[in-house]
């Protein structure tokens, strides 16, 4: 299916098949929905409700903030619905758009991709109007939500698969003006650790998207499991709190820690497993890793007998990021290692 048509010579997009329940424009506190057609055996003429909250004050910026853009990560969610429950128009200058459950047939389903279609939201930028569920939600944010946007803030967790560090991240960029806005607001969200981050496959991702637009972008890891902690929802909403006030959207006095900055200047930071089998951590999240030390050990579960494979670290770092489950795959990602930056 074409998602562009030409009409007198010019190409023309589609319009996106959602309908957005509260207006953008209007100052004050609303509650309603994306609403996505979604006809099924179940709902012949049903819809995908996600919830969006609008909250405007004046003119001012605008700060995009979402969730569960992975169906299973519930720092961003948890922080999100309690301020939209909280928020006052009265405390903003400008405009803050909510949206805690951006993969909403993921969210509903507790897992990373949609179950309609499978679909990864983080890979499905720009999207397409007559694509697939997920493709649909993604053209929207690519041409309704991101263009309002100054600042987007997008709340990453492991997922069930894996589970970090709790870190804010921006991406290092060409244009070294935007590079510097990201990292001022990554800072501002004031995690525990923040970082550089370089990413494994950056296609098709949201944060791309809202890059390529000239937006200022945040993301985070804040732990993971498919689970969260008080500390890590903790750090979630103390994060949207401090980005907000630092865009100049909330007023008030920002919560600010130490915070220790990591880089990932080496290209030997990422450890995929080299078999099936039982993980077995020599070390945990947080530990100073020398290069050549055991990370980990996979033990073979189909034969008693066999030796152990040996992970060894690749780079010195800081293990940031395990695999959350006990068995891995070959291919998974075991371990990646993080710089302190001195
Ligand atoms: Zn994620």
New binding site residues.
């Given amino acids: 299916m074409q998602h562009a048509r030409r009409i007198g010579g010019e190409t023309v997009m589609r319009p996106s098949p959602i309908s957005c329940s509260v207006d953008l424009e209007a100052d004050g506190v609303q509650h309603g929905h994306l609403q996505l057609p979604h006809s099924r055996d179940d709902s012949a003429w049903g819809a995908i409700m996600i919830p969006i909250t609008v909250a405007k004050n004046g003119d001012g910026p605008t700060v995009l903030v979402t969730g569960a ?2 169906g299973d ?1 519930y720092e961003g969610p948890l922080a999100l619905v309690e301020f939209a429950n909280q928020v006052c128009a009265k405390d903003l200058s400008g405009r803050v758009i909510i949206v805690p459950f951006m993969n909403m047939p993921a969210f509903a389903s507790g897992t ?1 991709t949609s179950p309609i279609d499978k679909g990864n939201m ?1 890979r499905a930028f720009p999207g397409r109007p007559d694509g697939t569920v997920t493709e649909k939600i993604a053209d929207y944010f690519q041409r309704h939500l991101l263009p309002l946007a100054d600042l987007v803030l997008d709340f ?2 492991g ?1 069930g698969t894996l589970d970090f560090l709790p870190f804010a991240a921006s991406h290092i960029l060409e244009d070294k003006d935007q590079e510097a806005r990201c990292r001022a607001a990554r800072d501002a969200f004031n995690a525990p650790f923040s970082l550089d981050m370089v990413e494994i496959d950056s296609m098709g991702m949201y944060d791309d998207a809202a890059e390529r637009m000239g937006k200022t972008f945040v993301t985070t890891e804040l732990g993971g499991g498919a689970t969260t902690t008080p500390e890590t929802v903790a750090i979630a909403r103390k994060g949207l709190r401090n980005v907000l006030i630092h865009a100049g959207v909330l007023s008030g006095v920002p919560d600010h820690a130490p915070s220790r900055m990591l880089t990932q200047n080496d290209p030997g930071c990422f450890h995929f497993s080299p078999a099936d089998g039982m993980i077995e951590y020599r070390h945990g999240l947080g530990a100073d890793v020398a290069k050549g030390d055991l990370i980990a050990r996979i033990w073979n579960t189909q034969h008693t007998g066999h030796p152990a494979i040996d992970i060894h670290a690749k780079t010195h770092g800081v293990l940031v990021t395990r695999h959350a489950k006990g068995l891995i795959q070959h291919g998974d990602c075991l371990a990646v290692l993080a710089q302190i930056d001195l």
Avoid: I, L, V, W
Wanted: no cysteine; aromatic share 0%; hydrophobic share 0%.
């Fill in positions: 853009n992975h990560e990373r983080n990453h967790s997922g």
